[in-house]
C-alpha cells in the first residue's frame, strides 16, 4: 500500500517543465489505451490457472503468459506516461475483439479441469491472434519509437506464447476450436 | 437496493493514507513550485440540496458525498481557480448503476459552465476512479464553485469524494486537437457573410435540417478511437461517406466523393455498431442525421468546424434497459411495442411496427478543439437552453434516428458493443463548407423547418 501510494503521488504529478516528449501519434496512443485493458483481462484468466486446470503443461504455459503479460503492462504504462495522454481507460468494461470478456471470465472462475483448460486456450488463442494484429499495425502505423519498439517486443513474445499453445493443443486435439471461435478468432465480436 | 456499510479496517488505512498523503504533499510542493492543485472534499459543501454525506471507503478515508441523483447540487465557497490558461478539472467518483455528467458551475446555479465530468459505472457505490478533463477558458481566483448533478434517468448514480482543480501546462495537452483558427475564421467569416433565404409563409418554425443516409458498410474499425487500427474495433455500421475504415482523416473523406447520404455535398462518416439479431447483423433500412437545436435563442448557432468529430453514448455502459428506460430503443410504427424481449432489455414491436433509436449528440462546444482524449470532453450538453462557459459555441444538436426492418423477438437483439446500453455513435464532419453553413442560417439560425435539401 506505502510502495502504490508513494508510486500513483509522483507519477500522477504534472511534469512542468520537461523536456518535448517523442512524437506520438493518435494510433500509439489508441494502441496502448486498447492494449492495456486487453493484457489485464488476459492476466485475469491466466491467474485463474494454477487453481483450476490439472495439466502441468498448461499451468506452466499460463504462468509464463501472466509473467509476460504483467511484464507487458508495466510497460504499456510506462509509454503511456511518457505520452502525455490521459488515462481514461476507454475500453474498460469494453467488448472488444480478442478481448477476454467479462462472460469468459465468469465461466472460467466457475469451472476446472477439461473444460476450464478448453475456455483458458480458446481465450488465449484469440487474444494473442489480436495482439499480433494490433502490434503489427502499431509498427507500420505508429510513430513514436517507444511504442513501436514495444509493439515489436509484443509481437515477438506472443508469437513464442502462440507456438507454445500451439504444441499444446497439438498434444491435446480435444481442446481445438469449434466454428464459433474460429470466428472470434477473425475479430467478430460475440457477447458470450 | 443500494449501500454497503463501510468496512472498519478502512478506519485504519484512512488514518495511514492521511499521514502519507501529507508527507507526498510536501515533498510535491517543493518540486511543483508553479503548478498549483486546490483540492475540495465534496463533504465540504457550504449549501448542498439532496446530498448526504457518508464514510468513504475510499483511499484517504473522511466521507464522500452520496445518494446524487439528477438536479442535486453542492455549493462550494472560495475556490481558487488560479490564473488564466489551461485548468485541469477533477472528479473522484464512484458509480454502481446509471450514468451523467457533474456539472461545474461558477457564480450561480445557472451560471457559467466552467467543466464537465461524464460519469459512467465504476463498478460499484464504493469503487472510485478519478475522471478529468480540461478547460482552456475559465474564471480566475477565488470563485463560487457550484458541482450540479445531471442524469436523463431518475435515481442516484453517482458518489463524488473530491474534486480538484490544477493549473496546467499552457501547451495543448496529449490527446487534444486544436482547431487550425485560421481556417475556423475563414470558415466562420464566410458563413457570417451568407444572407439568409426568406422564409415562406406556413413553414413549420422548427430549427431543423436533415441528412438521409442509407446504410453504408460494415468493418471493425473506428477511425476517431483506433486510428489507423483496423480489425481493432468491434463491428460498426458506417453511413454517409463510402470510405471510412480506420485510416479515414478530414482530408481523406473530403477527397472520396461517394457517400450514402441525401445530400451528396455531406461527405461525413457516420456510424453505430452493429445490431444482431441471433448471429445475423441486421442493418439500418434509414438513418436520418438531424442537425437542429433545443437552445432557447438557436440564431447564435454557427455550423461544426470542417475535421470536427466527437461521439454520443457510452460503448462501456452494460445495463439493463427494462421498459421506461431513457434513450432506449423503441417501436416505431402501427401497433408499437407489444412487448419485451425475455430479458427485458429489448422491445418486441407489433409486425408492422419496427425496431428504431435516436441518439442525441452534445450541443454546446469549446471553440477550440476539433477533438479531445475521450472524443467528448471538447462538448457539453446544454440542459438549460444556453451554451456558456467553457462550452460557449452554440453547434447544430446532432442526432441520429435509425430505425431497422425488423420487429424483434422474445430473443430481443445485441450490439456489436454489448447490451442495448452500449449504444453510441460517432459524427466525423466533412460538409461541404458553403452546404452545411447555408443550412445552419437558413434553418436553424431562422428557426425553420428544411428537408435535406436545405430548403424548406
Given at each position: 500500500?506505502v ?7 509522483c ?149 513464442e ?10 498434444a ?21 | ?8 479496517y ?5 488514518t ?8 507526498l ?53 472560495n ?33 457559467p459552465?466552467?467543466?464537465?465530468i ?10 472510485w ?11 480566475t ?92 474495433s ?28 441525401t ?49 454520443a ?144
Amino acid at each position: 500500500m506505502v510502495v502504490a501510494l508513494l508510486a500513483v503521488g509522483c507519477t500522477s504529478q504534472p511534469t512542468a517543465g520537461a523536456s518535448p516528449g517523442p512524437a506520438f501519434n493518435a494510433t500509439d496512443t489508441a494502441w496502448i489505451l486498447l492494449m492495456i485493458p486487453m493484457a489485464e483481462r488476459a492476466q485475469l484468466l491466466t491467474d485463474l490457472a494454477p487453481s483450476r486446470t490439472a495439466d502441468p503443461d498448461l499451468a506452466e504455459l499460463a504462468a509464463k503468459t501472466g509473467s509476460a503479460l504483467r511484464g507487458d503492462l508495466r510497460r504499456l504504462r510506462a509509454v503511456l506516461r511518457l505520452s502525455g495522454v490521459p488515462d481514461t481507460r476507454p475500453h474498460e468494461g469494453h467488448t472488444m475483439p480478442g478481448m477476454v470478456s467479462l462472460g469468459t471470465l465468469e465461466k472460467a472462475a466457475a469451472t476446472d479441469g477439461q473444460a476450464f483448460d478448453r475456455i483458458l486456450t480458446d481465450a488465449l488463442r484469440a487474444g494473442f491472434t489480436q495482439f499480433r494484429l494490433l502490434c503489427a499495425e502499431e509498427q507500420t502505423h505508429g510513430r513514436a519509437d517507444e511504442a513501436t519498439e514495444l509493439a515489436t517486443a509484443i509481437a515477438r513474445s506472443t508469437a513464442e506464447q502462440t507456438t507454445r499453445l500451439d504444441k499444446l493443443r497439438a498434444a491435446r486435439p480435444a481442446t481445438s476450436g469449434t466454428p464459433s471461435q474460429a470466428t472470434a478468432v477473425k475479430g467478430q465480436v460475440r457477447s458470450v | 437496493m443500494r449501500r454497503h456499510p463501510v468496512p472498519l479496517y478502512t478506519l485504519l488505512v484512512s488514518t495511514l493514507a492521511v499521514v502519507l498523503v501529507a508527507a507526498l504533499s510536501l515533498t510535491v510542493s517543493t518540486q511543483q513550485a508553479q503548478a498549483a492543485t486546490v483540492t475540495v472534499q465534496a463533504e465540504s459543501y457550504a449549501a448542498q440540496s439532496g446530498v448526504v454525506p457518508e464514510a468513504t471507503g475510499d483511499i484517504g478515508g473522511g466521507q464522500n458525498a452520496a445518494f446524487l441523483a439528477n438536479g442535486d447540487w453542492m455549493r462550494f465557497d472560495n475556490v481558487d481557480l488560479g490564473a488564466a490558461g489551461r485548468l485541469t478539472v477533477s472528479a473522484r467518483i464512484a458509480s454502481a448503476v446509471g450514468s451523467g455528467t457533474v456539472e461545474f458551475r461558477t457564480g450561480s446555479l445557472t451560471g457559467p459552465l466552467l467543466a464537465v465530468i461524464p460519469v459512467s459505472p465504476t463498478g460499484g457505490w464504493q469503487t472510485w476512479t478519478t475522471q478529468a478533463t480540461d478547460v482552456t477558458t475559465h474564471p480566475t481566483g477565488s470563485q463560487t464553485v457550484f458541482a450540479v448533478l445531471r442524469s436523463t434517468a431518475a435515481g442516484d448514480f453517482v458518489n463524488i469524494n473530491w474534486f480538484s482543480f490544477a493549473d496546467a501546462s499552457d501547451s495543448p495537452a496529449a490527446g487534444w486537437v486544436p482547431i487550425d483558427q485560421a481556417k475556423w475564421n475563414a470558415q466562420l467569416a464566410q458563413f457570417r457573410a451568407m444572407t439568409p433565404a426568406a422564409v415562406p409563409a406556413g413553414v413549420v418554425r422548427v430549427p431543423e435540417f436533415n441528412a438521409t443516409c442509407s446504410y453504408s458498410h460494415s468493418k471493425p474499425d473506428d477511425p476517431i478511437v483506433l486510428p489507423g487500427l483496423p480489425g481493432a474495433s468491434h463491428m460498426h455500421s458506417f453511413f454517409g461517406n463510402r470510405s471510412t475504415d480506420a485510416f479515414s482523416t478530414a482530408q481523406s473523406l473530403l477527397t472520396n466523393t461517394p457517400t450514402s447520404c441525401t445530400p451528396a455535398n455531406d461527405l461525413s462518416a457516420y456510424w453505430i455498431p452493429t445490431l444482431y439479431e441471433g448471429d445475423k447483423a441486421v442493418e439500418a433500412e434509414e438513418m436520418t442525421v438531424y442537425y437542429g437545436s433545443r437552445l432557447a435563442d438557436p440564431s447564435a448557432t454557427v455550423p461544426f468546424p470542417q475535421g470536427f468529430r466527437m461521439i454520443a453514448g457510452n460503448a462501456k455502459t452494460q445495463t439493463p434497459t427494462p421498459a421506461g428506460s431513457p434513450g432506449q430503443y423503441w417501436c416505431a410504427g402501427e401497433g408499437g411495442e407489444i412487448g419485451r424481449s425475455a430479458d427485458g432489455n429489448w422491445p418486441r414491436c407489433a409486425p408492422q411496427a419496427h425496431l428504431t433509436h435516436q441518439l442525441v449528440f452534445p450541443d454546446c462546444w469549446d471553440g477550440k478543439n476539433l477533438d479531445s482524449p475521450d472524443h467528448k470532453s471538447h462538448v457539453a450538453t446544454a440542459y438549460d437552453g444556453k451554451c456558456s462557459g467553457a462550452y460557449p459555441v452554440a453547434i447544430p444538436n446532432l442526432s441520429f434516428v435509425v430505425s431497422y426492418p425488423t420487429s424483434g423477438s422474445t430473443a430481443g437483439f445485441r450490439l456489436a458493443s454489448g447490451m442495448a446500453s452500449s449504444i453510441h455513435g460517432d459524427f466525423f464532419n466533412a460538409w461541404d463548407n458553403a452546404a452545411l453553413g447555408h443550412r445552419v442560417k437558413d434553418c436553424i439560425t431562422q428557426k425553420a423547418k428544411c428537408n435535406s435539401a436545405g430548403t424548406f
